[in-house]
């Protein structure tokens, strides 16, 4: 185990890590090594519930059988073939399934990536290159809100509003307006509106930026924008999807059908990465004619085990009536979360559906709470991860009442604990 470790630190890197600290001879890194449904365990045997469902990724647990199983059965077919030129049953399969998730909507065209920030890059091209080729060049802008998180590919990070994910800092390859709030995008002058191509945002709640909620209707009225000005509306639901928010996707939750629809963290449960775009026939059919075609893919992209998990994810939707005790899971959720409330270290909480931020403060950021405390929950069996000074939960959406209750009480304990 220890020369596993050395190795690791003499060779691997991680992402948003400071590796000075990491590869710190005192430091002990946590290595998962199993999990059955809401539970990791560490090497050492340690069991902790899964507090942000392994990065706001895993929807029905580790270790599902019906995952397992549809992953297996695919696996003795054939584990991944090339979706440029051929197809295959299970991206059919899922690209129907997904449309049927919101019935009788215009979105009814499927296009597969790898994750939420190819799923985003190729709305963005998709929107982009629409207008260019349609008749309408000027519309070469897309315009994204504050504090916005789309992903960290240099496409999608240029729509983000969070300056540490931008890394040089430089916006990359078409152009982007910012605006803090809905009223300030009403303010916009009708020659700005001109050379809008979309807008995109992260429904109800951004994510990344410490699960800030957005004013109830605010989605509506955005929609409604968009839609007298004929600018199209992207709507990144990576983090959102599947549940997450109480509904199957956020957008329901306000009658909003949008132009371009992002999914990926929980399209496979958890389980592999994959993505998917949906969009309109209109947008589709912009892109046929003569030489006309999406110039866009990767070598993974449909992969077909990732497919399979998919299908085996809605399968537990289904089978389970899952959306169905969404509403009861929700509110037992938040009355647990108002327990939280008498500590003198809150700030705000936060929560929508299953998905809460709770920010505890005021701290300089040089004090770590956050990642403090997050550590300090570990002996008390809850694994997760901060945002600055916003702890989160995002359970997966299996969690039991009892599972619920241990993550609230574990951070209520670490919280306690490292308060100055
Ligand atoms: C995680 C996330 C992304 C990026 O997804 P990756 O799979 O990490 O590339 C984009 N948008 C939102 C809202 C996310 O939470």
Redesign the pocket.
């Known amino acids: 185990m220890t020369s596993l470790l050395q190795t690791e630190k003499r060779h691997l890197w991680h992402p948003f890590t400071p590796m000075q600290a990491w590869c710190d001879e005192a430091h002990d890194p946590l290595m998962l090594v199993s999990g059955h449904g809401c539970y990791l365990k560490d090497q050492h045997g340690n069991e902790y519930l899964d507090g942000n469902s392994s ?3 895993n929807i029905h647990g580790h270790n599902h059988p019906t995952l397992n199983a549809a992953i297996r059965a695919q696996l003795d077919q054939v584990a991944h073939t090339s979706f440029l030129g051929f197809t295959h049953e299970p991206a059919i399969q899922l690209g129907q399934q997904l449309v049927d998730l919101l019935p009788g909507s215009a979105l009814t065209r499927v296009f597969y990536s ?7 890059e190729s709305a963005i091209r998709m929107a982009l290159q629409y207008w260019k080729q349609n008749g309408h060049p000027s519309r070469d802008t897309i315009l994204a809100f504050d504090r ?6 240099l496409g ?1 990070a240029s729509v983000g509003g969070i300056p540490i994910f931008k890394g040089s800092g430089n916006d990359f390859g078409y152009r982007v307006q910012r605006v803090p709030t809905l009223d300030a995008l009403l303010g916009l002058t009708e020659d700005e509106i001109t050379r809008l191509s979309a807008v995109i945002i ?1 429904p109800l709640i ?3 930026a410490g699960m800030r909620l957005w004013p109830k209707g605010m989605l509506k009225a955005l929609s409604d924008w968009c839609q007298k000005h004929d600018i199209f509306l992207i709507l ?5 999807g599947f549940g997450r928010t109480g509904k199957m996707f956020a957008c329901q939750h306000e009658d909003v059908i949008p132009d371009f629809l ?1 999914l ?2 929980g399209l496979t449960g958890g389980y592999l ?1 994959m ?1 998917a775009t949906l969009t309109t026939q209109r947008v589709f059919e912009g892109f046929l004619g003569p030489g006309r075609a999406f110039y866009y893919g990767h070598s993974y992209t449909a992969s077909q085990l990732g497919c399979a998990a998919a299908l085996g994810s809605l399968q537990v939707f289904r089978e389970e009536k899952l959306l169905e005790t969404l509403p009861a899971k929700v509110q037992f959720f938040q009355n647990l979360l108002d327990t939280l409330r008498d500590l003198p270290s809150i700030l705000e909480i936060r929560q929508c559906g299953l998905i809460a931020g709770i920010e505890i403060g005021p701290y300089a950021p040089e004090q770590m709470m956050g990642v403090k405390t997050c550590l300090a929950a570990r002996p008390h069996g809850l694994l997760t991860r901060p945002v600055v000074d916003t702890l989160i939960l995002m359970p997966p959406l299996a969690a039991t009442q009892a599972q619920l209750t241990h993550m609230v009480l574990a951070l209520r304990l670490a919280i306690q604990e490292t308060a100055p």
């Open positions: 990065i706001w990724t790898d994750n939420g920030s190819t799923a985003i916005a998180y789309h992903g960290d590919t999608a992260e951004q994510g990344s990144d639901e990576v983090m959102t992002c990926a963290k990465p993505a």
